[in-house]
């Protein structure tokens, strides 16, 4: 029994060993999960804020066209509102699912830019659908699209942690008013 005693001191720090590196090991394990969790959940909201705006900017880019139709837009493809009608309302029957997702998984600052950039689109619709001939009007609602644009994208860095963009504002050679 004397040797028993002996070697429990040793036997004690084995198994306080074992114990330790298995809460060691399991501590990491579960580290290493929530990690590969939230990115996971980061790649999901990504792809989600991603297909947001490609189906918002598919509508702006048919109301550019059918904008230059009207004499709105100088942009080089015009559309009839006619012709570009059943193409807007399948891009809007396109934002309603990829807005459920957004409202799912986006932040709360990124669901409220999303929101005031897609009322700036909605009201781009509606002056087409009026049929209005204002290049200063048009002009104006570009300006509103392209700054809640911008205010959705730096949203949408800030949630994911990405460092600042470009603003996507480029001119075009020839669109320039001349210097004259």
């Known amino acids: 029994m004397s040797e028993f005693l002996s070697q ?6 084995v ?16 580290v290493r999960f929530r990690r590969e969790r939230e990115a996971r959940w980061e790649e999901r909201r990504l792809a989600v804020y991603t297909e947001y705006a490609r189906v918002l900017k598919q509508t702006v880019t048919l109301t550019y066209r059918i904008a230059a139709h009207q004499g709105n837009d100088p942009h080089p493809h015009p559309l009839s509102a006619d012709e570009g009608e059943p193409h807007l309302a399948v891009a809007a029957d ?5 807005g459920e997702a957004l409202l799912l998984l986006g932040s709360p600052l990124v669901v409220e830019r999303a929101r005031v950039w897609v009322v700036v ?5 509606r002056f087409l659908r009026a049929g209005a001939h204002d290049p200063q009007a048009w002009a104006g609602l570009l300006a509103r699209q392209r700054t809640a644009r911008d205010g959705y994208y730096s949203a949408v860095r800030e949630d994911l942690g990405l460092p600042p963009g470009h603003s996507g504002r480029w001119e075009l050679p020839g669109l320039r008013p001349s210097a004259g």
Not at 8 to 13: K, T, W
Not at 15 to 30: D, Q
Not at 94 to 98: E, H, K
């Open 8 to 13: 429990l001191p040793a036997l004690i720090g």
């Open 15 to 30: 198994v306080i060993g074992a114990m330790g590196s298995y809460v060691a090991v399991m501590r990491g394990e579960r």
């Open 94 to 98: 396109a934002r309603d699912p990829a």
């Open 121 to 125: 689109v909605i009201e781009m619709e």
